[in-house]
Antibody, heavy 125, light 106 residues
Framework: EVQLVQSGAEVKKPGESLKISCKGSGYSFGSYWIGWARQMPGKGLEWMGIISPDDSDTRYNPSFRGQVTISADKSINTAYLQWSSLRASDTAIYYC??????????????????WGQGTLVTVSS | AIQMTQSPSSLSASVGDRVTISCRASEGIRNDLGWYQQKPGKAPKLLIYAVSSLQSGVPSRFSGSGSGTDFTLTINSLQPEDFATYYC?????????FGQGTKLEI
């Protein structure tokens, strides 16, 4: 079974650092990009960025560039999302998802499946 | 960044109804659009990709259509388990962007 399992909920204080993880299993981890999305309390989904675990090529949503760092370690089938200095506004659920790419006559197509179960990050003094 | 405008933001319907949810892109995205369902406290789930391709295991009452900038998710004969929030996502170019979501309520 293909699955992504994320690390557990975190409670942090403003200014602290944090690294959450997303571990893939049941497939060749390095062959599929991993994306991250944020969902603030009671709000919709926001796409943060995506990484290729094979070569660590990373693309950020400009809204998140400089605020978070996306990384991956192919040797242990794990992608990461990290903050160097958390803010209260970082309180949210963070989801990872595998991007599946396939090819048709007109080019490549993508979709995100499966998704991790989500990691709740709470930042409060 | 491409903006995805989803409508309506909320929708009330009954079991057995047919509903449609729309997503409009601020520029053409070919057919690089998927639909995701999210239930309270759960992760999003892929329903449809490339506008109209049904993900394996998703009931055939879900369908998608559209091209260019205007896209639609249709749910025929609503079932109790369909009451959830639905999001479109364009993957035409970076940064990928979600619609604001449509909450489907009983």
């Amino acid at each position: 079974e293909v699955q992504l399992v994320q690390s557990g909920a975190e409670v942090k204080k403003p200014g602290e650092s944090l690294k959450i993880s997303c571990k893939g299993s049941g497939y060749s981890f390095g062959s599929y990009w991993i994306g991250w999305a944020r969902q603030m309390p009671g709000k919709g989904l926001e796409w943060m960025g995506i990484i290729s675990p094979d070569d660590s090529d990373t693309r950020y949503n400009p809204s998140f560039r400089g605020q978070v760092t996306i990384s991956a370690d192919k040797s242990i089938n794990t992608a990461y999302l990290q903050w160097s200095s958390l803010r209260a506004s970082d309180t949210a659920i963070y989801y990872c998802a595998r991007r599946v790419t396939y090819y048709v006559s007109t080019g490549s197509k993508n979709y995100f499946d499966p998704w991790g179960q989500g990691t709740l990050v709470t930042v409060s003094s | 960044a491409i903006q995805m405008t989803q409508s309506p933001s909320s929708l009330s319907a009954s079991v057995g109804d047919r509903v449609t949810i729309s997503c409009r892109a601020s520029e053409g995205i070919r057919n690089d659009l998927g639909w995701y369902q999210q239930k309270p406290g759960k992760a999003p789930k892929l329903l449809i990709y490339a506008v109209s391709s049904l993900q394996s295991g998703v009931p055939s009452r879900f369908s998608g259509s559209g091209s260019g900038t205007d896209f639609t998710l249709t749910i025929n004969s609503l079932q109790p388990e369909d009451f959830a929030t639905y999001y479109c996502l364009q993957d035409y170019n970076f940064p990928y962007t979600f619609g604001q979501g449509t909450k489907l309520e009983i």
